[in-house]
Structures are given as C-alpha cells and as structure tokens.
C-alpha cells in the first residue's frame, strides 16, 4: 500500500503542475542565434524555426488568437542580432521591440523598391514583419513583394508574413514560404490551405501548428 500511495502521489502533483505551467509559460529570453525564431513551447521544450534551412514565415489565425504575441517574442529575442522592419503593424502590439515601423502601401512600396534597387548582402539578417499580407490591393507591392520573396535569403533578408483567415484568395505568396504556422483558423479548409492538410487537433487560444522541417503543436508565451 505505501509503494502504491508513492506512485499516486508522484502521478497527481507533477501533472496538474507542468499543465500549468505549459499553458501559462512566461516569455524570457532564450539565447538562440540570429537565424532561429523563437515560435513557442510545449511540454518538450521550445519550438524554433531556423530561417536559413527553411527561410521565410507565413502566420496565419483569426484575430485574437496570438499571432502578435507570438511575433512579439520572435522579434524581443532577435533584439540586437538582426534589424527589423514592421510594416503595417500596430505601435501597441510590439512595445520594447527595436524596429523602423512603415505605414501604408506606397511607403511600404517605395522602401522595398529601394531595398531591391540597392540589394546587396547584408551583415546582420534584416526581418520584414509584413501585417494583413492578404489585403494588399496594389498590384506593383504585391509584385515587389513577390520579387523580394524570390531573391531575399541569398542577401540574408527574411520575411514574416502576416494574415488573418486563410483563404486561395488572400493567400497568394504561400509558395514562397517555406514555414507556416497557423493558429484557430473558421474551418478545416483554412487550416489545409495554409498547411497543406488538416489538423487534427482542437486548437485553443495561443496555440498554434507549426509545419517547417517537421510537424509542431505549441503554444505561443505569455507576453505583455
């Protein structure tokens, strides 16, 4: 009876525990190179893209889902590694995150024009956080974009696509990224849109399935 009380015991604290703490996990900073993201965690540890082996990332998921915080802490862990640029994002979803911030369409049109005029190999990686990818209307951006998404690792520059619902229409760069990570998504033809196939799981708020060199199921950190 006591080696069965002990067994029960070690089963009932350590569960209730490290659930706990996988849904609630706190970001701090994990040091990781220049090319690997910090995406999330789950109950084996971190979950990371390494943007050299699989360059360039597609966030898909419904609003409120986590799709900044996740970027946030992507972005707070390559602080002073690589530049960033925000493009079309909201001031108050990236506090404490060094980046040039561009607004509208012709700006955004008028700095990756130049980007591609002057492209050379950088020394620290650049990250572009484009925000509502799928609604972009100008047709000369959306060619750009599509330029720079062809050419942009070979100058050590990677893209960070941003879109809510994913739908044939909006999603008209997947091709070029070669990591996606979705969260909640209306139906199961949203989620095969972005991946490729469906998910099996129930997805919660903050969680999210991410498809780069494998298969991942995390959650992204709790971050203020």
Same mark, same amino acid.
């Given at each position: 009876?006591? /080696? ?7 089963? +009932?604290?350590?569960?209730?525990? &490290? &659930? &706990?703490? &996988?849904?609630?996990?706190? !970001? ?23 943007? %050299? ?17 996740? *970027? ?7 602080q002073d590694k ?23 369409? $012709?700006n955004i049109l008028?700095?990756? +024009? ?37 050419? /942009?690792?070979?100058?050590? *520059? !990677?893209? *960070?696509?941003?879109?809510?619902? /994913? ?5 008209? #760069?997947k091709s070029y990224?070669? /990591?996606?990570?979705? #969260? %909640? ?6 989620? %095969? ?8 799981? $129930?997805?919660?708020? %903050?969680?999210?399935?991410?498809? @780069? ?10 971050? @203020?």
């Amino acid at each position: 009876m006591i /080696a069965e009380c002990v067994v029960l015991a070690t089963w +009932s604290i350590p569960i209730g525990y &490290y &659930y &706990y703490k &996988y849904l609630n996990k706190k !970001y701090t900073k994990v040091n990781l190179d220049e090319y690997t993201l910090l995406a999330g965690y789950n109950a084996h540890g971190k979950i990371t893209i390494d943007m %050299r082996s699989t360059p360039h990332l597609l966030i898909t998921g419904l609003s409120g889902q986590g799709k900044s915080r996740c *970027i946030k802490a992507m972005l707070l862990n390559l602080q002073d590694k690589a530049d960033i640029v925000l493009c079309n994002a909201f001031a108050e979803d990236y506090v404490k995150v060094k980046a040039r911030k561009i607004y509208g369409e $012709n700006n955004i049109l008028n700095f990756i +024009s130049l980007l591609l005029e002057n492209i050379k190999k950088r020394e620290k990686p650049l990250y572009i956080v484009i925000e509502e990818l799928g609604t972009i209307k100008n047709k000369s951006l959306i060619a750009k974009i599509q330029e720079l998404l062809c050419i /942009a690792r070979h100058y050590n *520059i !990677y893209i *960070i696509g941003v879109i809510q619902i /994913a739908t044939k229409e909006e999603l008209k #760069f997947k091709s070029y990224f070669n /990591a996606r990570l979705t #969260f %909640r998504q209306l139906d199961d033809s949203a989620y %095969r849109v972005v991946l490729g196939a469906g998910v099996e799981e $129930n997805l919660g708020k %903050r969680e999210f399935v991410l498809v @780069s060199d494998d298969k991942y199921v995390g959650r992204t950190y709790y971050i @203020s």
